[in-house]
T-cell receptor, first 115, second 114 residues
Framework: DVKVTQSSRYLVKRTGEKVFLECVQD?????MFWYRQDPGLGLRLIYF???????EKGDIPEGYSVSREKKERFSLILESASTNQTSMYLC??????????????FGPGTRLTVL | AQKVTQAQTEISVVEKEDVTLDCVYE???????LFWYKQPPSGELVFLIR??????QNEISGRYSWNFQKSTSSFNFTITASQVVDSAVYFC???????????FGQGTRLTINP
């Protein structure tokens, strides 16, 4: 089974702190993704990566950055956390499709609260 | 631009009832993929199905079935004889050909009462 793990299930940080969310997948997937999930808004893509050291902005990249130094690991960084970044953060991975898009496999999520 | 709309925010039914979750999508592309995911209380999204735009055949998997209609840009999901374990948030999603990302709908919270 594909396994996507996230470093924390729950995290509480203070405004202005630098926050690292880590994601690791064990299926040698090229693609990795970070989403945030908010009530009534569904999942929104923050950043994704299709290879080591490669990254692409998603729909809501402001206030976030990412790092992918190894294929299996994709980190989301909040440079200076703000209260409006309180959310559920979900990591996912997938193989790239030739024409389309393969299903993504998701981690359990990190519920981040910024005070 | 791509867009997915799940107009039903919450649905509550009694066990053994049939329930349909609606999904309407917008895309300018002729080649695209549609997905359904389930998010149980544990939080981890679980993949249920993927369909491409050239395959309009309905799909049935046990108590689950999907109705894809390009004419109405809809990809609806029906659970027959619902069970308490079906309680979850369900997401519909869309990707266009060559675009390595998904656009999700807002999700529908389904509660099955015993």
């Amino acid at each position: 089974d594909v396994k996507v793990t996230q470093s924390s299930r729950y995290l509480v940080k203070r405004t202005g702190e630098k926050v690292f969310l880590e994601c690791v997948q064990d299926m040698d997937h090229e693609n990795m993704f970070w989403y945030r999930q908010d009530p009534g808004l569904g999942l929104r893509l923050i950043y994704f990566s299709y290879d080591v050291k490669m990254k692409e902005k998603g729909d809501i990249p402001e206030g976030y950055s990412v790092s992918r130094e190894k294929k299996e690991r994709f980190s989301l960084i909040l440079e200076s956390a703000s209260t409006n970044q309180t959310s559920m953060y979900l990591c996912a991975s997938s193989f790239p499709g030739l024409l389309g898009f393969n299903e993504q496999f998701f981690g359990p999520g990190t519920r981040l609260t910024v005070l | 631009a791509q867009k997915v709309t799940q107009a039903q925010t919450e649905i509550s039914v009694v066990e053994k009832e049939d329930v349909t979750l609606d999904c309407v999508y917008e895309t300018r592309d002729t080649t695209y993929y549609l997905f359904w995911y389930k998010q149980p209380p544990s939080g981890e999204l679980v993949f249920l199905i993927r369909r491409n735009s050239f395959d309009e055949q309905n799909e049935i998997s046990g108590r689950y079935s999907w109705n894809f209609q390009k004419s109405t840009s809809s990809f609806n999901f029906t659970i027959t004889a619902s069970q308490v374990v079906d309680s979850a948030v369900y997401f519909c999603a869309l990707s266009e050909a060559g675009v390595q990302k998904l656009v999700f709908g807002q999700g529908t919270r389904l509660t099955i009462n015993p």
